[in-house]
């Protein structure tokens, strides 16, 4: 489920249910709410920092993409949009990624590798020349952004056999764009994209216009119960109900006294195979008086506002709060440290939450 993988949280989980929010909770626009386009962007040029290179381009993308998906553009809305850019791209559509060529080849290699594809294969492959007129190699010396990287990559598919064997039909190149979204979510939420379609969905990710529709709706195109944006911003970068589901593992834990890695991920994601959370949580069945079908019916809806609703979450928090003597935080950062061949440092998901949710604090201030 999740994208990459400090107890923190001011709102409580009610035993019963829990109404959807204005703000934060929903992306519907209330009874009353103006959304003119024009004084959208209008606005936007106003917090888009005046560093950034056209400002009213990135203005009308993203009041187009906050219009044409019916989100509405509140300050806090385009303040948080705002901060994901700035903090994943600096206002570049397709930014530089540093030591690309470098990444590159070492995926190669390590396909290479694991296929048991001899090195002077490998070297044969890349010294053909693509479509382009230059060889891959040369292209992959002189890459610099992910964009780049991923036509490479697309055509070293297509022309060479090499390139099939070691990547089959898949491009490694899997986020991109101003936002860093990842191709499939933006492939999974095509069907309603505005703009007419330059090649693929794939392609489109890599522009302006598309980065930014595909990342405001992996921002804004779920309902959630928070109360404030970082928990929003920490599911931007884990997946959608990490920080939600994170909370019910801390809860799960309280309760079993098994060690949990709150990573958000409550099922093996296409696996009937129990994992972690699921063999936790039936270890309380009798409390809960639940089977493992029940357990597992309701674990199965991680991804969902639904799973809110499910007996198994009522309960778990309902034991929790008999056995602690105080509610428990309805929502908590996830403890998933990033994996990607672009970080050099020790990050995780909290650190990158708080990052974003400082931008946003600074937008807001504006």
């Not at 690309?100 to 890349?126: C, M």
């Not at 069907?191 to 489109?204: C, L, T």
């Not at 944006?229 to 809860?251: E, I, V």
């Amino acid at each position: 489920m999740r994208t990459f993988k400090m107890i923190a949280g001011l709102r409580w989980a009610p035993l019963f249910g829990l109404a959807l929010l204005v703000g934060c909770s929903t992306q519907t626009p209330q009874p009353g709410f103006e959304q003119r386009p024009a004084s959208v962007k209008s606005e936007l040029v106003t917090l888009i920092p005046a560093s950034a290179d056209d400002r009213d381009g990135w203005a009308t993308d993203i009041t187009a993409a906050f219009s044409a998906q019916n989100l509405p553009a509140t300050r806090d809305n385009l303040c948080a949009t705002l901060a994901v850019i700035e903090q994943e791209s600096t206002y570049r559509a397709d930014p530089s990624v540093p030591n690309l060529s470098t990444i590159a080849r070492e995926e190669i290699d390590r396909r290479a590798s694991a296929l048991h594809i001899p090195g002077f294969l490998v070297d044969a492959g890349l010294n053909l020349e693509s479509p382009n007129g230059k060889t891959y190699n040369q292209r992959l010396n002189a890459v610099t952004t992910e964009r780049e990287m991923s036509e490479i990559f697309e055509d070293f598919i297509d022309m060479a056999p090499l390139g099939r064997q070691l990547f089959g039909s898949l491009n490694p190149v899997h986020t991109g764009g101003p936002m860093q979204v990842s191709v499939g979510f933006a492939e999974d939420h095509a069907k309603n994209y505005p703009y007419p379609i330059d090649g693929s969905i794939r392609h489109e990710v890599f522009t302006r216009r598309g980065g930014l529709y595909f990342g405001i709706a992996h921002l804004f195109g779920y309902p959630a119960n928070y109360d404030e944006p970082l928990y929003r911003f920490a599911d931007f970068n884990a997946g959608w109900y990490a920080s939600r589901n994170a909370a019910f593992q801390a809860a799960v834990t309280q309760l079993s006294g098994i060690p949990l890695a709150l990573d958000g991920d409550l099922i093996i994601p296409g696996s009937r195979q129990a994992g972690q959370t699921e063999l936790a949580v039936r270890t309380l069945k009798g409390r809960l008086g639940m089977d493992d079908g029940e357990i597992r019916d309701a674990l199965e809806e991680e991804d969902a506002l639904e799973f809110e609703q499910t007996a198994l979450y009522e309960k778990v928090y309902s034991l929790a709060l008999q056995q602690e003597g105080q509610p428990i935080p309805y929502a908590r950062l996830p403890g998933i440290k990033l994996e990607s061949p672009k970080i050099t440092r020790n990050l995780t998901t909290a650190w990158f939450a708080k990052r974003v949710d400082d931008r946003w604090q600074q937008c807001m201030r504006r």
